[in-house]
């Protein structure tokens, strides 16, 4: 669990899935590279993601989120799983949320004035206002709801997140720096209710979704430099790998600000 709170990075998020065929050139106001689908601006999906630039890919369900990112972030929380993959991890899905898919403004907001009267929030599939919206889809999942404890007399809120299993969690040296890289898959395939208010492809049904998180230190990680962060989520089938995002995002061309 962890207390409520938005990060400051600049992140670049991928969901892609299974049965994306080639590659697309991609230029956001951040950084130009190239991945697997056939991308759009998706502005609808941005609310609440200032200086985000948002792709997506309408026939996979694909999501791209490009933003910025002074420098590595949640490296203890990460390097806690390079021992090996491990099973039932809500930390892991706790960290993956906090890096690259944040729980939306309008949603923490109705969380918190239902939490204020003593009501239990929704779930993020039955607001109206994450209807068709990709990125709240793949949020949800990680999410699993708000819990209420007395402590000192006091309420204290924090999140609660789904177990997930611990795919990959490593430090790399890559062609023009270093990466960390950092891989999970839930535990059970995306709910019923969740695809149908996000309008996600019917190739969802049944699949558990894979997220990774890739952050790139171009001149190595004690260099200084701006991290280029990647963050994707896939259909457990999907042939996207997370040496390939490594790969694109070391040969990316990460824009001055």
Same mark, same amino acid.
């Given at each position: ?36 689908? /056939? ?9 609440? /993601? ?38 039932? /991890? ?42 068709? %919206? ?40 890559? &062609? ?12 059970? &395939?995306? %709910? ?25 230190? &171009? ?12 963050g994707y989520a896939v259909a457990s089938n999907s042939p996207l790998t997370i040496e390939e995002v490594a790969k694109q995002v070391a040969a990316a061309k990460i824009k001055q600000l």
């Open positions: 669990m962890r207390q409520l709170g938005l990060p400051s990075l600049l992140i670049l998020t991928i969901a892609v899935c299974a049965g994306v065929a080639h590659s697309q050139q991609i230029d956001s106001s951040f950084a130009d590279l190239s991945v697997p689908g /056939n991308w759009s601006l998706a502005k609808q999906f941005s609310p609440g /993601n200032a200086g985000t630039d948002v792709f997506y890919d309408t026939a996979t369900g694909s999501l791209l989120l490009i933003r910025q990112q002074a420098g590595l972030r949640k490296v203890a929380d990460i390097a806690k799983f390079f021992s090996g993959p491990s099973a039932g /991890n809500r930390d892991a899905a706790s960290a993956m949320s906090e890096g690259t898919f944040v729980l939306p403004v309008p949603y923490t907001e109705r969380a918190a004035k239902e939490l204020g009267k003593g009501s239990k929030p929704p779930k993020m599939w039955d607001l109206k206002d994450g209807d068709g %919206n990709a990125l709240w889809f793949y949020v949800s999942q990680l999410f699993e709801d708000y819990r209420v404890k007395d402590v000192g007399g006091a309420s204290q809120v924090s999140e609660q997140f789904q177990p997930v299993r611990v795919v990959k969690a490593e430090q790399a040296a890559v &062609p023009g720096g270093a990466v960390l890289l950092f891989e999970v898959e839930t535990e059970k &395939p995306a %709910n019923d209710a969740a695809l149908k208010r996000f309008h996600m492809p019917a190739a969802f049904k049944d699949q558990k979704l894979r997220y990774g998180w890739v952050q790139f230190a &171009p001149g190595g990680i004690a260099a200084g430099q701006g991290v280029l962060s990647v």
